[in-house]
């Protein structure tokens, strides 16, 4: 009866201390993915600032609607550009002015003394959103189109200060990035040094009776492997869970993960979680391992 208790206990214990170590571990992967996802969303966020700045096409004065539509086209095909579109006299009117904050008299009095030109308005992809890219699709359209473009206009301020205030704030987000990603190399290793502690003496009985430490270590490893394996999908779920109340929190920015970035961040946190899981264990066995008997208490 004594002995089953004891046995029992012992499972118990053994059961206890699995579970906080997936536990502890699930908690600091957690905090890298909520790194990693950072750092995609970061990307993503900024794609999409960038690839919201417009740039606006105006024409001569003897330039019809149709044939401005006809260049509309062509630029469409352009792999510099991510949108292209028409605008018509009332479109850019109702962009100029709110309508809702004028009068009716007000609007019509602005529209028999004030007409826009039709245009061509365009976004370029993200990675043409610099002075150079922008400045390269100026230079294009003024070649292809010399007798019917008067001007290209884009906002430089704006792509030059957006350009650098991107470069800096990933600056310190990456360096706060590997700041975390210390922490939490030492946090999962000593999680798991101190799991293996607990079963020190089984470890070096098993030596002592003749077992090989391939044959010590196997077992190990695979407890390695299934705890990096429900640690990484307990912190990924975690993660999602955040910035899935943070994409409904917040109207401003789209925090929406597509499936390619979805990918690619449980890709990192599965990774990281059982590269770092079988790495500890195996330097924390072979640190038992070649210790003596006395050295354990």
Known sequence: MFFKRSDDFAKRGLRTNYVSTIFGISLVLFMIGIVFGSIILLRDVEIQFKENLQGDVFFLPNFNDADIKQIEQEMKSWEELKEVFFVSPERA?????DESELSDQTVLDID?????????????????????????IENKIMKLYPK?????????????????????????????TALLILIAVAMINNTIRLSIYSKRFTIKTMQLVGATGRFIRKPFIIQAIIQGLVSSLIGLSLTMTIFYALDNTI??????????????????????????????????????????????Y
């Open 112 to 136: 028999s003394t004030f007409l826009i030109p039709s245009s061509i308005g365009f976004k370029p992809r993200a990675e043409y959103t610099t002075l150079e890219g922008m400045k390269h």
């Open 251 to 296: 109207d401003t920015v789209d925090l929406t993960y597509s499936v390619s970035s979805f990918l690619l961040l449980a890709l990192g946190v599965f990774t990281f979680g059982l590269i770092l899981t079988i790495i500890s264990t195996w330097f924390a066995l072979n640190n038992y391992l070649r210790k003596k008997l006395d050295d354990l």
């Open 93 to 97: 009117m109702d962009e100029l002015f």
């Open 148 to 176: 019917q473009v008067e001007s290209v206009n884009y906002d430089k301020k704006s792509i030059e200060s957006l350009d650098r205030g991107f470069n800096q704030f990933t600056f310190v987000f990456m360096l706060i």
